[in-house]
Nanobody
């Protein structure tokens, strides 16, 4: 069974940091580009960051540039999203997905169940 599982979400104060993890089971992540997406209540799902199969290329949305860093450890079959300088507007459910490189959700076939990130004082 192909499965992606996110972890690491939670409640953090503005300016704080979190690291999200995306672990795969039932398939090998290094065959796929991996993207992180988020969806806030009442808003469409948006691409946050993605990383190529090899890890040599990344794309970050303008809203998170300089604050979020995506990385992957293919040996551990896991992708990470380091989120620093968090803002209240980063509050959303964060999803990881496996598919083709890019920030368009339509390029991704496999999705995790999501993890809640809440930035609030």
């Amino acid at each position: 069974q192909l499965q992606l599982v996110e972890s690491g979400g939670g409640l953090v104060q503005p300016g704080g940091s979190l690291r999200l993890s995306c672990a795969a089971s039932g398939f090998t992540l290094d065959y796929y580009a991996i993207g992180w997406f988020r969806q806030a209540p009442g808003k469409e799902r948006e691409g946050v960051s993605c990383i190529s199969k090899s890890g040599g290329s990344t794309i970050n949305a303008d809203s998170v540039k300089g604050r979020f860093t995506i990385s992957r450890d293919n040996a551990k079959n896991t992708v990470y999203l380091q989120m620093n300088s968090l803002k209240p507007e980063d509050t959303a459910v964060y999803y990881c997905a496996a598919g083709l490189y890019g920030l368009d959700p339509e390029r991704y076939n496999y999705w995790g169940q999501g993890t809640q990130v809440t930035v609030s004082s």
